[in-house]
């Protein structure tokens, strides 16, 4: 597609069940991020991946996160076992390459709410 | 670690004012250095960037200077539009290749 596409672009969920989000990258982009925006609060970074490799997993929060790519394309991030603090929107972006100097292309992010 | 603290908002002008949101950074080496911004309803998009110091981005009628000296990459315009409200975000990506982003600030054009 032209852009990056995330889905579902809102999410209600009870405490203690999992979801999956999607993203689907430009085509072509090799690297792949996801950040969290709680509202009000700015972005945290939770992961990238370099082609179907994940080099830093440091930002995710606990061990109820998760997240794979396959065939450098499309990714998901998984949170098991819900919590309300889980509540915010997921943002995936992607670029061409890894470096430091390049641009992220953002989708417009899945909502997730934990009641 | 690195981060990034910009001014807090929300910040709300009438058209034609000066905007000034003030950026500074905390890295290691030599980071590059971003504005983006996020429209109501849209995605975030990359609104300017500089790579190395004293480099001036510019986009719509924005700028930024990358102030190695002040750690600074303060985002500037002339005279706003209505068309400008949106949220904006100071972001440095380091060696780590990740980006890391301020709070964001919120703000609003008045007509």
């Known amino acids: 597609g032209a852009g990056v596409s995330q889905s579902p672009s809102n999410k209600v969920t009870e405490k203690g069940k999992d979801v999956e989000l999607r993203c689907d990258p430009i085509?072509?982009?090799?690297?792949l991020y996801w950040y969290r925006q709680r509202l009000g609060q700015g972005l945290e970074f939770l992961i990238y991946f370099q082609g179907n490799s994940a080099p830093d997993k440091s930002g995710l929060p606990s061990d109820r996160f998760s997240a794979e790519r396959t065939g450098e394309s499309v990714s998901t991030l998984t949170i098991q076992r819900t919590q309300q603090e889980d509540s915010a929107v997921y943002l995936c972006a992607s670029s061409p390459t890894t470096t430091n100097t390049g641009e992220l292309f953002f989708g417009e992010g899945s909502r997730l709410t934990v009641l | 670690g690195n981060s990034v603290t910009q001014m807090e908002g929300p910040v709300t002008l009438s058209e034609e004012a000066f905007l000034t949101i003030n950026c500074t950074y905390t890295?290691?080496?030599?980071?590059?250095l971003f504005w983006y911004v996020q429209y109501p309803g849209e995605g975030l998009q990359l609104l300017l960037k500089a790579t190395k110091a004293d480099d001036k981005g510019s986009n719509k009628g924005f700028e930024a200077t990358y102030r190695k000296e002040t750690t600074s990459f303060h985002l500037e315009k002339g005279s706003v539009q209505v068309s400008d409200s949106a949220v904006y975000f100071c972001a440095l990506s380091g060696s780590d290749y990740k980006l890391s982003f301020g709070a964001g600030t919120t703000v609003t054009v008045r007509a």
């Open positions: 890295a290691t080496g030599y980071p590059s």
């Open positions: 085509s072509g982009h090799t690297a």
